[in-house]
Nanobody
Framework: QVQLVESGGGLVQVGGSLRLSCAAS????????MGWFRQAPGKEREFVAA????????TDADSVKAEFIISRDNAKNTVYLQMNNLKPEDTAVYYC??????????????????WGQGTQVTVSS
């Protein structure tokens, strides 16, 4: 079992930045690939970014490419999402998720085994 707790969400103005954190329980954090997803009101959950267990491979959605950066610190059992140049359309609840197939990074939500409770990000114009 892996428990995930997100933090770092909040209200930010257009063009601002936020860094989300996701702290994981357990001693095998580095064996899990980690992903960030988001869900806006009335919309389906969508993939944002993912990182392999080692941290050597990452992928992100075209909608956030070059603006959002995923990283991890396995010594701290934490994955991060640095979000820059935020736009109103980035407003959503952001979730982190863990995939036990740690050497593969995947974009489908169904591939992930554990989920956090989410953190709200609101971008005001």
């Amino acid at each position: 079992q892996v428990q995930l707790v997100e933090s770092g969400g909040g209200l930010v103005q257009v063009g601002g930045s936020l860094r989300l954190s996701c702290a994981a329980s357990g001693r095998t954090f580095s064996t899990y690939a980690m992903g960030w997803f988001r869900q806006a009101p009335g919309k389906e959950r969508e993939f944002v970014a993912a990182i392999s267990g080692s941290g050597r491979s990452t992928t992100d959605a075209d909608s956030v490419k070059a603006e959002f950066i995923i990283s991890r610190d396995n010594a701290k059992n934490t994955v991060y999402l640095q979000m820059n140049n935020l736009k109103p359309e980035d407003t959503a609840v952001y979730y982190c998720a863990a995939d036990s197939t740690g050497w593969v990074i995947r974009r489908l939500a169904d591939a992930y085994d554990y989920w956090g409770q989410g953190t709200q990000v609101t971008v005001s114009s």
